[in-house]
């Protein structure tokens, strides 16, 4: 992985990701070390983040990196109509690693062609987050002691998450079977239907949530995006559809847990934060120690 960028988790193979979760552990263990003494991370954020860009930076500073770069990108010469290539050109003369956030899908593929520094990809639109998915990996094998043969719920808006079609590629390679709970308007894509056909994967899709919630060894909820619909009346019509509440958890296995990438609007209810099997706070702390893995992996850094 040393000097590659990370743009899709389709470019990550099982032992990558198995090992990704190996090193966060190390981290988690001892998350405060001088790994990355005289390296410069840039942060290019063209869209709101609060624990992308927070953990990135938590992660580089506990291990004695700098940051720099924007939250904003009216505050860049972006807003005098630089272009991306510039931006990146510009950035990576003053960075050994770029870490970018940007609402256009392909994004991050093309920055990464045009840079010679790495790039993380921290989202690029409706596409791909594959560090989320790579520290939802390791919450879930933290929380399940396995990857393998594990029954996941995936509830919400599957057809623009970008985190949801991210864990789906990744857990496809474990023999995961995959119950998709949305409503018609936001159904997850067929292009992922047909790659979970071409494994031979058991999915299932639902319109009622808690039918079969007692098989789930994972529920990933997930919000309903406003900032993805063209119509507002479409959003409207669908923000509400599902809310988890803590009754709804009497019936569900013992290990399970409840995982969302966050921020959640009201699609989790306040009373299932004290429930056990609500995961999602220590979920955005795994962030961090899986952000060092793979900054360091990526750095070359041991
Ligand atoms: N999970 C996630 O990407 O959160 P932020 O948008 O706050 O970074």
């Given at each position: 992985?040393?000097?590659?960028?990370?743009?899709?988790?389709?470019?990550?193979?099982?032992?990558?990701?198995?090992?990704?979760?190996?090193?966060?552990?190390?981290?988690?263990?001892?998350?405060?070390?001088?790994?990355?003494?005289?390296?410069?991370?840039?942060?290019?954020?063209?869209?709101?983040?609060?624990?992308?860009?927070?953990?990135?930076?938590?992660?580089?500073?506990?291990?004695?990196?700098?940051?720099?770069?924007?939250?904003?990108?009216?505050?860049?010469?972006?807003?005098?109509?630089?272009?991306?290539?510039?931006?990146?050109?510009?950035?990576?003369?003053?960075?050994?690693?770029?870490?970018?956030?940007?609402?256009?899908?392909?994004?991050?593929?093309?920055?990464?062609?045009?840079?010679?520094?790495?790039?993380?990809?921290?989202?690029?639109?409706?596409?791909?987050?594959?560090?989320?998915t790579?520290?939802d990996?390791?919450?879930?094998?933290?929380?399940?002691?396995?990857?393998?043969?594990?029954?996941?719920?995936?509830?919400?808006?599957?057809?623009?998450?970008?985190?949801v079609?991210s864990l789906l590629?990744?857990?496809?390679?474990?023999?995961?079977?995959?119950?998709?709970?949305?409503?018609?308007?936001?159904?997850?894509?067929?292009?992922?239907?047909?790659?979970?056909?071409?494994?031979?994967?058991?999915?299932?899709?639902?319109?009622?949530?808690?039918?079969?919630?007692?098989?789930?060894?994972?529920?990933?909820?997930?919000?309903?995006?406003?900032?993805?619909?063209?119509?507002?009346?479409?959003?409207?019509?669908?923000?509400?559809?599902?809310?988890?509440?803590?009754?709804?958890?009497?019936?569900?296995?013992?290990?399970?847990?409840?995982?969302?990438?966050?921020?959640?609007?009201?699609?989790?209810?306040?009373?299932?934060?004290?429930?056990?099997?609500?995961?999602?706070?220590?979920?955005?702390?795994?962030?961090?120690?899986?952000?060092?893995?793979?900054?360091?992996?990526?750095?070359?850094?041991?």
């Amino acid at each position: 992985m040393k000097n590659k960028s990370l743009v899709s988790i389709n470019d990550f193979t099982k032992e990558n990701h198995l090992r990704i979760i190996e090193l966060a552990a190390e981290f988690e263990k001892k998350p405060v070390q001088d790994l990355l003494s005289g390296k410069v991370i840039a942060t290019l954020f063209f869209e709101p983040s609060t624990r992308t860009r927070l953990s990135f930076e938590s992660a580089v500073n506990k291990l004695g990196g700098r940051i720099i770069g924007f939250t904003d990108a009216s505050s860049s010469s972006v807003s005098k109509g630089e272009s991306l290539k510039d931006t990146i050109k510009t950035v990576m003369n003053y960075s050994d690693l770029i870490i970018m956030r940007h609402p256009i899908e392909g994004s991050a593929r093309y920055a990464s062609e045009v840079s010679n520094v790495p790039i993380i990809n921290a989202g690029d639109g409706a596409n791909q987050h594959p560090t989320q998915t790579l520290l939802d990996l390791y919450s879930i094998y933290k929380t399940q002691g396995t990857l393998d043969g594990l029954s996941i719920f995936l509830v919400g808006d599957l057809k623009y998450g970008r985190t949801v079609h991210s864990l789906l590629m990744a857990m496809s390679q474990f023999n995961t079977t995959f119950h998709f709970v949305s409503p018609v308007e936001l159904k997850i894509p067929d292009e992922y239907k047909i790659h979970l056909d071409s494994l031979g994967l058991k999915y299932f899709e639902h319109t009622d949530f808690t039918a079969n919630i007692h098989e789930a060894d994972i529920v990933y909820m997930t919000r309903v995006q406003r900032e993805r619909f063209s119509d507002p009346i479409e959003y409207e019509k669908v923000k509400n559809t599902y809310v988890l509440r803590n009754y709804m958890l009497s019936e569900t296995k013992p290990g399970m847990k409840i995982l969302h990438p966050l921020p959640r609007v009201n699609e989790i209810n306040d009373d299932v934060d004290e429930n056990t099997k609500a995961y999602y706070f220590t979920q955005a702390l795994n962030g961090v120690f899986t952000r060092q893995a793979i900054i360091t992996s990526i750095l070359g850094i041991k």
